[in-house]
Each structure stands twice: as structure tokens, then as C-alpha cells.
């Protein structure tokens, strides 16, 4: 699968982006998809994960709350909707997809990324 993260930019502190991530393929509703986040010289950290179904979801501590991962099946695009947003959530987004259903919050169990999409957040 190929995917295809979009959907970034420039927001003031408390403000609202969504995220979104097109996916290549016919199977996409078989994937575990997830969205991570990197900045210059940090490691990349897990943000929230997606079941195949959409029916269960796990997120960081630092976004529970604020942000909402969902899926459209029928539109092969995952989407992060991301509100309240602080200048700590400034970064690359990336989307990630896993044939492996046990997949979480590790960036090793994922097969499949996107390029980024980069999120800036001002005070």
C-alpha cells in the first residue's frame, strides 16, 4: 500500500487541523493504520492508532482528548482530526499502515509509510 498524508500547516495555539491520509490499494480496510510525529534530532513517537474496523483506538497521553483518528473504508483515507492544539504538538505527521492486526504504538510494527505532513503550531 501507498499512502499519502495531507492536510498540514500554520495554526495558532488553540486552533484545529485535520489530517488526512490516502491510501493506495484495494485492501486498505485490512491495514491497522496510525499517525506518528517527529521533530528535527527527536525520535519519531506514536500520536494515535486505528483498528481496521475503526471500532478501536489508542492515543498518546499528550493528544487524549484533543485529537480523533477515523477512518473511511470506502474512501481508502484515514484522517486525524486534531483540535486545542498546542506549540508542543508543532512537528512532521506521519501515517503509517501494518498488515499486522496486534500493531499499536511502536514505530518497528509498522510496514507502510507516508511522507509527512508538517503541523506548526504558534504561541
Known amino acids: 500500500v501507498q499512502l499519502q498524508a495531507s492536510g498540514g500547516g500554520l495554526v495558532q495555539a488553540g486552533g484545529s487541523l485535520r489530517l488526512s491520509c490516502a491510501a493506495s490499494g484495494r485492501t486498505f480496510s485490512s491495514y491497522v493504520m496510525a499517525w506518528f510525529r517527529q521533530n528535527p534530532g527527536k525520535e519519531r513517537e506514536f500520536v494515535a492508532h486505528l483498528s481496521w474496523s475503526g471500532g478501536s483506538t489508542l492515543y498518546a497521553d499528550s493528544v487524549k482528548g484533543r485529537f480523533t483518528i477515523f477512518r473511511d473504508n470506502g474512501k481508502n483515507t484515514m484522517y486525524l482530526q486534531m483540535n486545542s492544539l498546542k506549540p508542543e504538538d508543532t512537528a512532521v505527521y506521519y501515517c503509517?499502515?501494518?498488515?499486522?492486526?496486534?500493531?499499536?504504538?511502536?514505530?518497528?510494527?509498522?510496514?507502510?509509510w507516508g511522507q509527512g505532513t508538517q503541523v506548526t503550531v504558534s504561541s
Open positions: 503509517a499502515a501494518s498488515k499486522v492486526q496486534y500493531s499499536r504504538d511502536d514505530v518497528s510494527e509498522y510496514e507502510y
